[in-house]
């Protein structure tokens, strides 16, 4: 098993930062339209077999990487994550196990804190996530929010995609509004 979870070449300052382990992580929703000139989008499609209280199992797809993902949550905090590499065969077999997907773009903006902007498709058309990762207690303390930053999600439905699907549409268009 391969602990990493993606691998984009032409981007070592991302590679560093993911090599270390995430402290903590802030989510808001984007105010406004994001002006994404000038960064490239990294189309994720996302399956989910299997979400517990802590342990989320899921499959993923991004440019011609097909990969199984098992993500524990070790507190508030903390998340450890595990990958395996899959083949197209092996991927499509089994989103056919799930009735849950994520389609997004994701776009890298910075490295210290990790900075992206999160534009979901599908049954999440509308959401907008600005997300900062941090990889030390100390970042993430020191944190304050851009302006471009609307209503913290980070504890929501809609600050975690392993929440989000658990929502009906009724329920997220009520989160996504309130």
């Known amino acids: 098993m391969i602990n990493k979870v993606w691998n984009y070449s032409g981007h ?7 090599n270390k382990k995430l402290i903590g992580k802030e989510n808001f929703l984007f105010s406004g339209d994001p ?3 000038g960064f490239a ?5 996302r399956y989910y077999l299997f979400v517990g209280k802590n342990i989320e199992l899921r499959i993923q797809h991004t440019g011609d990487s097909y990969e199984l993902e098992r993500k524990v949550a070790s507190g508030k905090l903390s998340r450890s994550s595990q990958v395996l590499p899959l083949s197209q065969l092996e ?3 089994l989103k056919k ?3 849950k997907v994520i389609v997004r773009d994701s776009y890298q903006l910075g490295t210290i804190p990790n900075i992206s902007i999160k534009i979901y498709h599908g049954d999440y058309e509308g959401l907008v996530r600005a997300e900062f990762e941090f990889t030390t207690p100390e970042e993430a303390k020191a944190f304050s929010p ?6 913290e999600t980070s504890d929501t439905p809609l ?15 009520k989160e996504l509004s309130s």
């Open 91 to 93: 991927f499509d077999t």
């Open 35 to 37: 002006d994404l000139s």
């Open 146 to 151: 851009p302006d471009w930053c609307g209503r």
């Open 12 to 18: 070592q300052d991302f590679f560093d930062f993911l």
């Open 159 to 173: 600050g975690r995609d392993g929440r989000l699907i658990r929502l009906s549409k009724e329920e997220f268009k």
């Open 41 to 45: 989008p990294i189309h994720f499609e």
């Open 97 to 99: 196990l799930s009735n």
